[in-house]
């Protein structure tokens, strides 16, 4: 549905190119139930005059009889378009919706909320350039808030709209407004959202929806509407590397070979050479070839036909690239996958999987954990069920071509298909390190030519020596929650008792083995990855290990105890209010992470993941440290390290 425009009645021609050459933004609706997602649209489309006449006098007389707000208008009934929806008064497929104003044209996704449809909800968001989270301002940030958030994250979406709704029910008070906001930006920490916005709406009786609302004069910030028609997508588009699947070979006479598909990204131009994978042949740009005539530049997502002035071998599945920046080719990549289908994905299991124009077969050689979605945690599974998300790794009978999704969606998404029903039953997004991201060490494997010598002093005779079992100890916490002291206090306790305990402490290891390190997530593993190994040496030599780390990480924290054995690896956590440790910052770190002069500092700007099966919880703030020693003590003796 198009915007009233003059040009309609004086000159057409000049209309339908003007309509033709607008930028078109791909949004959905998304959040818990009934938090008003089909209303906003309806009310959307209400205001700017989007509605037909006939199609808004039905609406209003299906108000009176299946609308939820008491007879009145109800502009939700103009997406729930399903019998069951209006029964129910819910949402349960994709509802699609297309209109235009002066600026842009539109498609809008309405996706539903209940979490047995997530998977119709990621369908929605897989195509769209913004999302539009709507929060019930009554009940404020809800674990399917969460869930939702989570899969926009996921799929890549850059812009992101959180709309506080229902408004009107609070009272239009900025201090809920002001509250909800704090509660979600605490948990966007841990989500990719590059550009993120507030706005307090009520979809029902249209408050900052099209125009400012009268009972909100504290909110000086843009309309949803005018939000939607100014946000900046053009740069979103991968305009760099030029991937073009080939989805049809165009052979009409003797005289034309053309390749026919959609750019993936990039652009390209007559004359630019191109290399065909995987057979990796090239050749240059002879014509490209549209429906209108030649041109001679296309660029993402045009489809188009391209000659090449060579005859060489290139069908259907192939992609034609710039010879300089070329994809990965393999039959083994990890990918992110969100599982479609009642029947579970079991690895091991072959499926079809399309990526891009490319059909083969292969299976999940390993899931390595599954995500809950609530709560960002990662946990083991043996299979994934309907609706679970999880990390996976696959192989393949024969090489694609791709990249990571971050840097390319076209190239880094593909689906699971069930090779007897052939019903889709996943969708999938490939992980792809970047040159400058640092390896992942904790699954990889040493060189086939390297072997382990053995020590001639065996463990049983480092026991007898030491009267102590090798054993290391964790002490996790927030910065400033007093672990270096009681790690130092601990080893003096050790000492004086006579055994052999040595502090492994998380500033030194920044100071030598580490120091090439940062503080991101990945750089904090690594960091506890080299700790742990260093801690198993120590284990080895029958010594105690005592490992003072923030360690922010559960999934990492399990790592390190596979590492260094689940038998002689223990974990305190030093649970002290981060008040407490603001007040012993001598170094003003959170004062800085709060400015944001610091990133990714555990419990302001990155989470902190509490250990959810600790040996032993401290509060270093209500307990002195000689007391804090002894229970450490004590759990070692239960513990049968020492005697």
Not at 11 to 30: G, M, N, P, S, V
Not at 97 to 109: G, N, V, W
Request: glycine fraction near 6%; proline fraction near 4%; aromatic fraction near 6%.
């Amino acid at each position: 549905m198009s915007h009233q425009s003059e040009l309609i009645a004086t000159d057409i021609d000049a209309y339908l190119k003007q309509h033709e050459h607008k930028e078109l933004l791909r949004f959905l609706t998304c959040g818990s139930v009934d938090d008003g997602k089909s209303t906003l649209i309806g009310r959307l489309l209400y205001d700017s005059k989007m509605i037909y006449e006939d199609q808004l006098a039905a609406i209003e007389k299906d108000s009176a009889t299946v609308g939820t707000v008491g007879g009145d208008f109800d502009p939700a009934l103009l997406t729930d378009g399903l019998k069951a929806e209006r029964e129910q008064g819910i949402t349960i497929d994709v509802a699609y919706r297309y209109f235009s104003t002066a600026k842009r044209k539109f498609i809008i996704a309405d996706c539903p909320g209940h979490e047995q449809y997530t998977r119709n909800m990621a369908t929605g968001a897989s195509t769209c350039d913004l999302a539009i989270i709507l929060i019930d301002a009554r009940h404020g940030v809800m674990t399917q808030t969460k869930r939702h958030s989570f899969i926009v994250s996921l799929l890549g979406i850059k812009h992101v709209i959180i709309a506080v709704n229902k408004m009107d029910l609070v009272d239009f008070s900025e201090e809920k407004f002001e509250q909800i906001c704090q509660d979600y930006r605490e948990f966007a920490t841990r989500l990719d959202m590059k550009d993120l916005h507030f706005i307090p709406i009520s979809a029902l009786l249209g408050d900052n929806l099209v125009d400012h609302s009268d009972s909100m004069p504290w909110y000086e910030g843009s309309t949803m509407m005018h939000m939607l028609e100014n946000v900046h997508i053009a740069s979103d588009r991968n305009l760099i590397d030029f991937r073009y699947p080939v989805q049809f070979v165009n052979r009409p006479h003797l005289d034309f070979r053309g390749f026919c598909g959609t750019i993936a990204s990039g652009r390209i131009r007559k004359g630019d050479e191109v290399m065909a994978l995987p057979s990796r042949k090239t050749s240059k740009v002879a014509s490209i070839v549209t429906y209108d005539g030649e041109r001679d530049e296309a660029f993402a997502p045009l489809s188009v036909t391209l000659t090449l002035e060579d005859e060489i071998d290139v069908s259907r599945g192939d992609m034609l690239v710039r010879p300089d920046n070329v994809p990965k080719l393999a039959d083994t990549f990890d990918a992110t996958i969100v599982w479609m289908s009642d029947e579970p994905l079991v690895p091991g299991k072959q499926y079809a999987i399309k990526q891009g124009t490319k059909n083969v077969a292969g299976s999940v050689s390993t899931l390595r954990y599954k995500i809950d979605v609530n709560t960002l945690h990662r946990d083991d599974a043996p299979a994934l069920q309907l609706n679970e998300i999880g990390r996976c790794q696959l192989k393949l009978n024969q090489p694609v071509v791709f990249d990571g999704y971050r840097n390319n969606k076209g190239t880094g998404a593909f689906i699971v298909i069930d090779r007897i029903s052939n019903v889709t039953v996943g969708a999938g997004m490939i992980l792809q390190r970047t040159p400058g991201e640092k390896a992942d060490h904790w699954d990889a494997e040493a060189d086939a030519h390297l072997h382990t010598e053995l020590s001639a002093v065996t463990p049983d005779q480092r026991q007898a020596r030491f009267g102590q079992q090798p054993a290391t100890v964790l002490i996790t916490g927030l910065a400033g929650a007093g672990k270096s002291p009681l790690a130092y206090a601990l080893e003096r306790r050790l000492f004086d008792q006579g055994r052999a305990a040595c502090v492994l402490d998380g500033q030194n290891m920044r100071q030598g083995i580490s120091r090439d390190l940062g503080f991101t997530a990945e750089d904090r593993s690594e960091n506890l990855r080299r700790a742990a190994e260093v801690a198993s040496l120590m284990n080895n030599a029958g010594l105690i290990c005592i490992a003072s780390f923030v360690a922010p990480s559960e999934e990492v924290r399990q790592k390190a105890a596979e590492l260094v054995g689940r038998d002689r690896f223990l974990v305190v956590y030093l649970n002290t209010p981060i008040d407490v440790c603001r007040q012993g910052d001598q170094a003003d770190m959170y004062a800085k992470a709060d400015s944001g002069e610091i990133a990714n500092f555990p419990g302001v700007t990155a989470p902190y993941d509490v250990p959810e099966s600790a040996d032993l919880a401290l509060d270093a703030s209500k307990v002195e440290v000689n007391e804090c020693v002894e229970q450490i003590m004590t759990l070692l003796t239960e513990r049968k390290v020492i005697s």
